[in-house]
């Protein structure tokens, strides 16, 4: 089992330029989340996904795309990457979220210059 | 909307219990209780959740207010790995779940 995955672990982007962050859980969750987290800052969350094929805005979403086709693979997208999208991105996934717990993923680290 | 609010940070000696609390006035009847932290430069953790009844298991113990608008997370004996940012978060209205900004954590040895 393992876990909840994200790839990549470090990136840099250029202004204007995209990129998918991707995520997947191998324990058949139907809840997925997408949270930034800036320096010193506590967690924010960006899109989030009660299963597939549905997916709802959370508190900062402008600026990514989400989609879930499958039950395991969560993608964000970025599509004009600005300088305050610089954060780390955190994916998570629960299979209650009131009731159990949610499992993070390692993070992603990405730098806009 | 579900919100909670935390002291910005605490400090605790070595060794020594810790209390840390967490405001939830405007918690449901169905909402439960969760904490999670974040050591540095890693995703967060799970820590303990409950819903009335005081909860424990090998890593704290949450006791639960009986109008259940507040709650404290026990930590029995810091250590330094207990170093951390703690998060008492409850579901938004709906199956959004937030965080707060938490309650930093420092250890004195």
């Known amino acids: 089992n393992a876990g909840v995955t994200q790839t990549p672990k470090f990136r840099i982007l250029k202004i204007g330029q995209s990129m998918t962050l991707q995520c997947t859980q191998d324990?058949?969750?139907?809840?997925m989340y997408w949270y930034r987290q800036d320096p010193g800052m506590g967690l924010k969350l960006i899109y989030y996904?009660?299963?597939?094929?549905?997916?709802d805005k959370g508190e900062v979403p402008n600026g990514y795309n989400v989609s879930r086709s499958t039950t395991e693979d969560f993608p964000l997208r970025l599509e004009l990457a600005a300088p305050s999208q610089t954060s780390v991105y955190f994916c998570?996934?629960?299979?209650?979220?009131?009731?159990?717990?949610?499992?993070f993923g390692p993070g992603t680290r990405l730098l806009v210059l | 909307d579900a919100k909670t609010t935390q002291p910005n940070s605490m400090e605790s000696n070595e060794e020594e219990p810790v209390h840390l609390p967490c405001n939830h006035s405007?918690?449901?009847?169905?909402?439960?209780i969760h904490w999670y932290r974040q050591l540095p430069s890693q995703g967060p953790e799970y820590v303990i959740h409950?819903?009335?009844s005081n909860v424990n298991n090998r890593m704290a113990s949450l006791a639960i207010a009986e109008d259940r608008k507040s709650s404290t997370l026990i930590l029995h004996r810091a250590t330094l790995r207990d170093a951390a940012v703690y998060y008492c978060?409850?579901?938004?209205?709906?199956?959004?779940?937030?965080f707060g900004p938490g309650t930093s954590l420092s250890v004195i040895p």
């Open positions: 409950g819903l009335t």
């Open positions: 978060i409850l579901r938004d209205v709906d199956d959004k779940v937030i």
């Open positions: 996904s009660v299963g597939a094929g549905i997916t």
């Open positions: 998570a996934s629960s299979n209650d979220p009131y009731r159990e717990t949610q499992y």
């Open positions: 324990m058949n969750h139907n809840y």
């Open positions: 405007t918690i449901s009847g169905t909402d439960y």
